[in-house]
């Protein structure tokens, strides 16, 4: 009897940095923490083609608050960000990270929206 523990990001991450790699991709590991929140997991030079960054999660999973702050900054710079559960084929479709992306909700903000109407 083989018991398995629960897929995890770290072990998503080195299946998908392996498989790049053995494309001859350069693949590096960005690390967000408290001092950079919101960065993508990967950051991802194929021969020939821009470098890009790929966020990885599994079934299930969502941009972190940080990352829908940072992603949208990103993307304005130029960078191209797809967001990869397992199937590295995505990365020959346009970049999906706005598939993933929901508006930050700020506590209060309608009311004062409404108020600022009054006014304006």
Request: proline fraction near 10%; hydrophobic fraction near 40%; avoid cysteine.
């Amino acid at each position: 009897m083989s018991l398995s523990r629960p897929l995890r990001e770290s072990d998503l991450q080195t299946r998908v940095k392996r498989e790049l790699q053995g494309r001859g991709w350069d693949v590096r590991n960005l690390h967000g923490n408290k001092f950079q929140p919101g960065l993508p997991d990967l950051l991802v030079k194929p021969p020939g083609r821009p470098a890009f960054f790929v966020e990885l999660k599994l079934p299930g999973g969502r941009l972190t608050r940080a990352q829908r702050r940072v992603f949208p900054e990103l993307a304005v710079a130029g960078w191209n960000i797809w967001v990869v559960i397992g199937d590295l084929g995505v990365l020959t479709d346009p970049p999906n990270w706005r598939e993933w992306w929901t508006p930050i909700k700020v506590p209060g903000v309608d009311k004062i929206r409404k108020a600022l109407k009054k006014y304006g």
